[in-house]
């Protein structure tokens, strides 16, 4: 039993922002819908839940078609906050609630009890305008869930939560697999989708570019890499001596190099220890999901979120020469420049 997206294609006017799209998600997981901003995450979850109808294809849960599904089978947590900010938090929760045919006293017990759990129970008495933009998020994650849906179609979850919130969330979503529930979820943060999914679709332009368990997507692009870290070196440029090893992501604490095919990771080890150098961490790993990204998509996740080079002369580039220089020879810390 799955989640099975079948050729779903959907246009609006000349813009194509489904293109034939297909995956299957197993049921029982927790699943990565990974891609940049205007890939199609948000219209896909907006078609199975019965919101946009698709200009061709179908979703099917368990064999049944969406549009047929009740609605108690879906729980939404949408990327745009949708709380009434002068209701309790208890209120809406209740109101959510009945919704998908919760009684008014099984939503308010379960509300206070999901509350309680978040180490939150003094917010049910709170309006929703009260509380950081975190706190609502967390506040819509348990509209999402009051109901106990058998899916579950989160956008961007973890937008605008600090660390600790974070934590508290990924708790939850793995507690929610382990009763057998299917999480799905999109994300442009790799590192969440690495840390909590079992299987990932990469979708890019409406169409699916790599999809699959973890470990397949992962190795999909052959690459093989290690993890190294040093002390008092970052930089690392002794790794240009190697033959066949290259530095494709520096790192403060700990970088990633990349061996051809046909070289043997150790040559690495040996090269640091041949030096005299201090390793204190050693690696050999599939490449990061982001990496796997740019090799499929040809760009970084977030590349709409990273400033264009300036012109030279312009205005944002009328800084000192000698600032220029200063930051033209800095090293890099965070990986490949967009």
Known sequence: MSLVLDSVTKRFGSIV????????VPRGQVFGFLGANGAGKTTTMRIALGVL?????AIYWNGSPSEALPRRTWGYLPEERGLYPRMTVL??????????????????????????RFRVPDFADRRADELSKGNQQKVQFLAAILHDPEVLLMDEPFTGLDPVNVALLREAFLELRDRGKTLIFSTHQMEAAEALCESVAIVDRGRVVVGGSLA??????????????????????????????????????????EVDEGIEPDVVLAAALALGLRVT???????????????????PVDEDLRLAPAAPGGGSDRRSGGARRRQATAPRADGPAA
């Open 281 to 299: 961490h050693f690696e050999i790993a599939d490449p990061s999901l982001e990496q796997v990204f740019i090799d499929h998509v040809g760009r």
């Open 17 to 24: 922002a489904l293109d034939q799209l297909t995956f299957e």
């Open 216 to 257: 397949e997507v992962k190795r999909s692009t052959g690459r093989r890499m290690v993890i190294i870290g040093i002390a008092g070196d970052h930089q690392l440029r002794w790794i240009a001596d190697v033959p066949g090893a290259r530095v494709i992501r520096p790192g403060i604490e700990r970088s990633e190099v």
């Open 91 to 116: 209120e809406q929760l209740v109101f959510f609630g009945s919704l998908y045919g919760l009684p008014k006293d099984v939503a308010a017990r379960e509300a206070r009890a999901w509350l309680a």
């Open 53 to 57: 109808r698709a200009d061709s294809g």
